[in-house]
């Protein structure tokens, strides 16, 4: 049976860390300070912007929320994150994602100073991810996978890892993350997604697989070689009538078939959920450590 890669274990492990430095930067009187901005109310994105306005105050870290109305139009929220760009008590900003249709997300981002962008998508960090500069910001889902690798004890470097999905979010920086030269990855690379022909032909070559597509249980037995350390990083909702809420949220792994066959395996929820929050916070206190 494969080694469970518990996520809240790991994570409860940056949080310590994170202490111990936010507790250093207090010496100095200096106090990290992230803003999250929501626009509009969908249900979803209200309960991540709980969480992290939640996990911000549990750590001592400066929190600001700001909810703004559905209506808000592009100008208004340029505005917001202006001010947000020039507030020093503010270190990082995230504008939640997705925002209402009406907002050019895009546009959004590359307002961002990219020295507070500690989601890492501004063009800059894009760019810096890309140039293997470690200063810039990596986003924090593929950098909790990177992490949960790490924590469980699996060889990357030399590995052959296959990342299912080519998101900006999640499958392409984490496949610029794990192909960079140096510690934590040297790893070779292979990107799958929709139009990919022979897909189990390629992931079951993995030493590594890194499943980001949001197709439930996609991933199956077949899809895997026996000892392969599989990260699931979906978050799907199946009906369940069983559930109090109707569903029950799953991952892109059938993890019930995956799991005899892998020597490793997150599951769902608890494995990569509870990283990505985890890194946001780590972002955060670099940010602050690199401003001042
Ligand atoms: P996107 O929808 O942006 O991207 C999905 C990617 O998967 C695309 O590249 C798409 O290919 C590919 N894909 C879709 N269906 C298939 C298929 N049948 N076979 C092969 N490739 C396929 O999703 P995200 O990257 O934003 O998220 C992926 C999953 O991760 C979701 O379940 C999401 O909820 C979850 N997630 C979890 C996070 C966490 O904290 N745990 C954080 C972020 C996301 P193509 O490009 O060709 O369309």
Do not use: W
Not at 70 to 77: G, V, W, Y
Request: with cysteine; glycine share 8%; aromatic share 2%.
């Amino acid at each position: 049976m494969a080694q469970l890669i518990e996520g809240r274990a790991v994570a409860e492990k940056v949080y310590e860390e994170l202490r111990g430095e936010i507790a250093q930067l207090r010496e100095r009187g200096v106090t990290p300070g992230l803003a999250v901005v929501l626009v509009g109310d969908d249900p979803a994105s209200r309960a991540y912007v709980r969480s992290k306005d939640k996990m911000c105050r549990e750590l001592g870290l400066h929190s600001v929320k700001l909810e703004l109305p559905a209506a808000t139009t592009q100008e208004e929220l340029l505005a917001r994150v202006e001010v947000l760009n020039r507030d020093p008590a503010v270190h990082g900003i995230l504008v939640q994602s997705p925002p209402p249709k009406h907002i050019d997300e895009g546009a959004i981002v590359r307002a961002l100073d990219p020295a507070k962008d500690v989601d890492g998508f501004h063009p800059a960090n894009v760019a810096k991810l890309a140039l293997g500069d470690a200063s810039g910001f990596v986003p924090c889902t593929p950098l909790g996978c990177q992490r949960l690798l790490v924590e469980s004890g699996t060889q990357i470097s030399g590995a052959h890892v296959v990342v299912l999905g080519r998101s900006m979010i999640v499958g392409k920086p984490m496949a610029m993350l794990l192909m960079q030269k140096g510690k934590q990855a040297d790893a070779t690379v292979t990107v799958v997604h929709s139009r990919t022909r022979n897909m189990q032909e390629i992931t079951r070559s993995a030493d590594i697989i890194i499943a980001a597509i949001g197709q439930a249980q996609f991933v199956k037995a077949d899809h895997v070689r026996e000892g392969a350390v599989v990260i699931d990083v979906g978050i799907n909702r199946v009906d369940d009538a069983s559930a109090q809420r109707g569903y029950r949220l799953v991952g892109d792994v059938a993890f019930d078939q995956v799991s005899p066959k892998a020597a490793a395996i997150t599951p769902v929820p608890g494995g990569v959920g509870p990283m990505t929050i985890a890194m946001l916070m780590a972002n955060t206190v670099k940010a602050c450590r690199q401003q001042t």
